[in-house]
């Protein structure tokens, strides 16, 4: 499968922003999906995750209440609400093909990613 993901840009404190993870040359509902981001200097991080179905989705702490994964055919979204300058990094989607109900918390368990998209929260 090949991974797109879009929809970051440059925004204010407290603003909303969503991404897009489109998929192609694989049925995306057989995969879990992540997004992942790294921040300037720091390493990649787990941000959200949710299953193949869409039954569970979990969040990182940090983002949880703010955050929503949500997935609709071949596309997995993030969207971010209450921005934050903490939240700058480079946003990757990342999946896996898996059994029903089965997502994935770490950087090791994925099999495919995205290129990646910038994201800037400005004070």
């Known amino acids: 499968v090949q991974l797109q993901a879009s929809g970051g840009g440059f925004v204010q404190v407290g603003d909303c922003l969503r991404l897009?993870?489109?998929?192609?040359?694989?049925?995306?509902?057989?995969?879990?999906v992540g997004w992942f981001r790294q921040a300037p200097g720091k390493e990649r991080e787990y941000v959200a995750a949710?299953?193949?179905?869409?039954?569970i989705k979990v969040y990182a702490d940090s983002v949880k209440g703010r955050f929503t994964i949500s997935r609709e055919n071949a596309e997995v979204y993030l969207r971010m609400n209450a921005l934050k300058p903490e939240d700058t990094a480079v946003y990757y989607c990342?999946?896996?093909?898996?059994?029903?109900?089965?997502?994935?918390?770490?950087?090791?368990?994925?099999?495919?990613w995205g290129q990646g998209t910038l994201v800037t929260v400005s004070s």
């Open positions: 949710i299953s193949r179905g869409g039954t």
């Open positions: 897009s993870c489109a998929a192609s040359g694989e049925t995306f509902g057989y995969y879990a």
């Open positions: 990342a999946a896996r093909y898996t059994v029903a109900g089965a997502y994935y918390t770490s950087i090791g368990e994925y099999d495919y």
